[in-house]
């Protein structure tokens, strides 16, 4: 069978970068490794084997439809580095998923959750299908038997998934439970930390959901400290308006900071008079998307890179800023939201306009800190407040964007080479400690 499911693909017919040649993603991120293995220069073998996963699984299972048919899907999970502890990343239901996706973002979240001190290893999968295309009972029956496929590969000591594109908590809470059915009677309580990014009521943490947007701004804040930067006043635009768009975009807007254009899988709108964030976001739960939405102004893609603002967070996928895009955008500051969002090429195209970026393993790292939050009071049975969890990420993250300037400044190099650089330096450190069995 190809990498394709036997169902459920569909397309938005929006230009986007994925309808570009197969943007070569885990390749991306394994020259990202190779590059920060140089600046911290560790041992050759240090290099070698982060330069593939350790497990690559691939399960097929057949999920009953509503109609009565049979479908197979295809589901993957990608267990990248367990070194620092057990992996840790986000499963993604999304057309676009494939093997080697799974396999950058697996690797991306070992650098990451080194990067961030997490006790954690790196790992991603996910589904290759439209989640909005089947209806409630179907998508519990495909996370159900996706969860119960991965079987013992996954368990609280072992892999914990988190939610990602196109998965939330409520999927979370399927997946939890089908896990603790798996386990004996005795067991139930102790598997909570199976996954995280769970409802609260079911033992998620206050603070999850916002979590990634919320450390984003705490990067850019630095950031706006660091250049000298007045954020009342100024101006963003964002692509992706799911869990990290909406929230960093409501955050920021708290700061002063108007959204004056975004874009979804359906299309972008233009509002220079500034969107209410928090308006849209609940007009994005109700409708799945912004189409339709009664304010602003509808543009194509290249309008929308085109627009003037000072921040433009990408929260959408990975590949979005190529060459032509980074030559379209006149912002100030690309804050990405999104794993991978600028390539090699855009990204060049930014620096030498001038043009910050924050990179992905930094700043996006807020969810995974949080995640790690729940997981620790799902270990003591604990409910931490809100107050409690937002203090102790507003640490983390500071003192991580301040590690991670400090090594560009130290090495000359990009900042998205310096967080690679610090987190390899971690995992480098523990490797000459450990040594390689036997
Ligand atoms: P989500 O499913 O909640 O939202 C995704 C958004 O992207 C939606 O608004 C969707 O319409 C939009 N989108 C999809 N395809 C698009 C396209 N072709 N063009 C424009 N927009 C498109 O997902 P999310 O959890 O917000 O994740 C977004 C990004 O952030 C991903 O790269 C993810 O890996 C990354 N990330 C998420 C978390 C987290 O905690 N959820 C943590 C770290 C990084």
């Given at each position: 069978m190809s990498e394709e499911n036997a169902t459920l693909s569909s397309s938005t017919g929006l230009p986007s970068a994925s309808s570009k040649p197969r943007y070569e993603f885990f390749k991306v991120i394994q020259k990202y490794i190779d590059e920060g293995c140089s600046v911290v220069d560790v041992p050759e073998y240090v290099r070698t084997i982060l330069s593939q996963p350790k497990n690559e699984i691939i399960v097929n299972f057949p999920v009953r439809m509503d109609d009565g048919s049979i479908k197979l899907f295809k589901g993957y999970r990608i267990q990248h580095n367990n070194l620092l502890g057990p992996y840790k990343g986000g499963m993604r239901f999304h057309e676009s998923v494939t093997l080697?996706?799974?396999?950058?973002?697996?690797?991306?979240?070992t650098i990451k959750c080194a990067l961030m001190n997490l006790p954690y290893g790196g790992g991603k999968g996910g589904i290759k299908f439209n989640p909005n295309s089947v209806s409630?009972?179907?998508?519990?029956?495909?996370?159900?038997?996706?969860?119960?496929?991965?079987g013992a590969n996954i368990g609280p000591e072992t892999d914990i998934p988190a939610p990602d594109v196109g998965t939330d908590s409520r999927i979370m809470a399927w997946a939890m439970d089908t896990y603790m059915n798996s386990v004996s009677q005795g067991d139930k309580q102790a598997v909570k930390g199976v996954v995280t990014g769970k409802p609260v009521a079911s033992g998620g943490t206050l603070g999850r959901e916002k979590a990634t947007g919320q450390g984003l701004v705490h990067c850019i804040t630095?950031?706006?400290?660091?250049?000298?930067?007045?954020?009342?006043?100024?101006?963003?635009t964002v692509q992706g308006f799911g869990n990290v768009g909406s929230h960093t975009a409501a955050i920021l807007s708290k700061l002063g900071v108007s959204l004056?254009?975004?874009?979804?899988?359906?299309?972008?709108?233009?509002?220079?008079?500034?969107?209410?964030p928090y308006k849209l976001q609940e007009y994005v739960k109700r409708n799945r998307s912004i189409d339709g939405y009664p304010a602003g102004k509808k543009v194509?893609?290249?309008e929308f890179f085109k627009i003037k603002a000072d921040i433009f967070v990408p929260a959408a996928l990975e590949g979005q800023i190529g060459i032509e895009e980074g030559q379209m955008l006149q912002v100030r500051l690309v804050a990405e939201g999104a794993n991978g969002p600028c390539t090699p090429e855009g990204e060049k195209?930014?620096?030498d306009r001038g043009i910050d970026i924050l990179p992905d393993t930094l700043a996006n790292s807020g969810g995974v800190t949080v995640s790690y939050y729940e997981w620790v009071q799902n270990k003591r049975s604990e409910s931490w407040t809100l107050e409690e969890v937002d203090e102790r990420l507003e640490k983390a993250m500071k003192r991580t964007y301040r590690e991670v300037a400090d090594m560009a400044r130290d090495k000359k190099c990009s900042m998205r080479l310096a967080a690679y650089a610090v987190a390899i330096q971690r995992i480098g450190q523990v490797y000459a400690e450990r040594e390689i069995f036997p």
């Open positions: 080697d996706d799974a396999k950058a973002l697996a690797a991306m979240m409630r009972t179907e998508l519990q029956r495909v996370t159900r038997r996706f969860f119960h496929a991965l630095e950031w706006a400290k660091d250049c000298n930067f007045q954020l009342g006043g100024a101006t963003m004056i254009a975004v874009g979804d899988h359906t299309g972008y709108l233009y509002n220079p008079e500034g969107f209410n194509g893609r290249e195209v930014l620096l």
